[in-house]
């Protein structure tokens, strides 16, 4: 059963222009949605953690930008700006709660974005 | 600072022999640990998980980890390797609630 839908799937982005992402949570039992990258050596790396809507953060890593928005309880959204370097964002969910259990993450498909 | 290493950046096996991927933590408490799995041209997916409890913890595909708090290690095993195992290997390990810190991989072939 699919937890999350990413869209889109894959995107080429002209240096210099920025692209939306989004994330579609299909089981309410999972409200913790995340935001992790993958560099092009396979590095995993996480970026933000947003629960509630209208939550928001910005992060600058080396290659882009990041701004991400809770839009609803079902909906996480991540804008990628002056992005100089190809990446895979990976949306997650995990479930409310403590322990391994609930540090379990689902990861969606994935958006791969290149550099044109 | 707290770390996930995983020092083998590449392994490579022998259809039908034994495997272990080595990863190793730091970390101040006790930790809840993860090995995940990236197949080619795909998403991540949970090989299997540890908390507090029995060290060997058995997964999918016949995968099984180990704990050791003595070694601050979670090495994952497997007793005959498929050609179906060719991927990547994550180790990861949750520091904060609903964070997850990986390991750099570990890129598994499969040699016929």
């Known amino acids: 059963v699919t937890l999350l839908e990413q869209n889109p799937r894959w995107r080429l982005v002209p240096r210099g222009q920025a692209v939306n992402l989004r994330c579609i949570l299909k089981n309410s039992q999972y409200p913790w949605m995340s935001w992790y990258q993958q560099d092009l050596q396979k590095q995993l790396q996480w970026l933000f953690t947003?629960?509630?809507?209208?939550?928001?953060?910005v992060k600058s890593l080396p290659g882009a930008d990041y701004l991400a928005t809770r839009v609803t309880d079902t909906e996480l959204r991540l804008q990628v700006a002056n992005m100089s370097q190809g990446r895979t964002l990976y949306c997650t969910c995990?479930?409310?709660?403590?322990?391994?259990?609930?540090?379990?993450?689902?990861f969606g498909p994935g958006t791969r974005l290149t550099v044109l | 600072a707290q770390s996930v290493t995983q020092p083998d950046a590449r392994v490579t096996v022998s259809e039908g022999a034994s495997l272990q991927l080595r990863c190793k933590y730091s970390?101040?408490?006790?930790?809840?640990l993860f090995w995940y799995v990236q197949y080619p041209r795909q998403g991540l997916q949970l090989l299997l998980k540890y908390y507090p409890g029995d060290p060997v913890v058995q997964g999918v595909n016949g995968f099984e980890a180990e704990f050791s708090k003595s070694n601050s290690s979670f090495h994952l095993r497997k007793a005959s390797v498929h050609w179906s195992d060719w991927a990547v290997y994550f180790c990861a390990v949750s520091l904060h609630y609903n964070v997850l810190y990986f390991g750099s991989g570990t890129k598994l072939t499969v040699e016929p």
């Open positions: 970390y101040f408490g006790t930790p809840y």
């Open positions: 995990s479930a409310e709660g403590l322990g391994a259990n609930y540090a379990e993450q689902f």
């Open positions: 947003l629960r509630s809507p209208g939550d928001k953060e």
